[in-house]
């Protein structure tokens, strides 16, 4: 009876594996073919290189797959869209650098009222923020323009 019930546990198993394969491999493809992130944009060209590869991988990604489905590749590729598409439309609005600077602030004057900075600490940390000291819009690590860029 043990033998049985270890074969419907491996079974289980296996069939949880192949399920939790599909549900990374599908995410992670749908994140790829959103297209580039704005740091692989380049005027060195590098951005079309990766547009390419990422191309390249999703045309392979899809054939695989196609392959091991049994179904044809086309049938593949529209799903993943249809899924991509699904995700982007369900994916929360990202709230605007403003009101993200203005939760900042607000949570550092909260860290003052509670005491675990002082005013002094907190209007410091505020000041460097807007002088782009911090990774983020404005400041370093932030690749949408030149602004807080570093010649490191």
């Given at each position: 009876?043990?033998?049985?019930?270890?074969?419907?546990?491996?079974?289980?198993?296996?069939?949880?594996?192949?399920?939790?394969?599909?549900?990374?491999?599908?995410?992670?493809?749908?994140?790829?073919?959103?297209?580039?992130?704005?740091?692989?944009?380049?005027?060195?060209?590098?951005?079309?290189?990766?547009?390419?590869?990422?191309?390249?991988?999703?045309?392979?990604?899809?054939?695989?797959?196609?392959?091991?489905?049994?179904?044809?590749?086309d049938k593949v590729?529209?799903?993943?869209?249809?899924?991509?598409?699904?995700?982007?439309?369900?994916?929360?609005?990202?709230?605007?650098?403003?009101?993200?600077?203005?939760?900042f602030r607000e949570?550092?004057?909260?860290?003052?009222?509670?005491?675990?900075?002082?005013?002094?600490?907190?209007?410091?940390?505020?000041?460097?923020a807007e002088a782009?000291?911090?990774?983020?819009?404005?400041?370093?690590?932030?690749?949408?323009?030149?602004?807080?860029?570093?010649?490191?």
């Amino acid at each position: 009876m043990s033998g049985t019930m270890s074969k419907k546990h491996l079974l289980a198993g296996l069939a949880a594996a192949g399920v939790l394969g599909v549900g990374i491999a599908t995410p992670a493809f749908a994140e790829e073919s959103a297209g580039p992130s704005p740091s692989a944009s380049s005027s060195t060209g590098q951005g079309n290189d990766r547009q390419q590869q990422w191309a390249d991988r999703k045309a392979a990604f899809a054939e695989a797959l196609a392959k091991e489905l049994g179904v044809s590749t086309d049938k593949v590729t529209a799903a993943l869209e249809k899924i991509r598409e699904q995700r982007r439309a369900d994916r929360p609005k990202r709230p605007s650098v403003a009101d993200r600077q203005a939760a900042f602030r607000e949570r550092l004057e909260q860290a003052a009222r509670d005491g675990r900075l002082t005013w002094e600490q907190a209007d410091a940390i505020s000041k460097a923020a807007e002088a782009g000291v911090f990774p983020g819009p404005g400041g370093r690590g932030h690749h949408d323009g030149a602004e807080g860029t570093t010649d490191r």
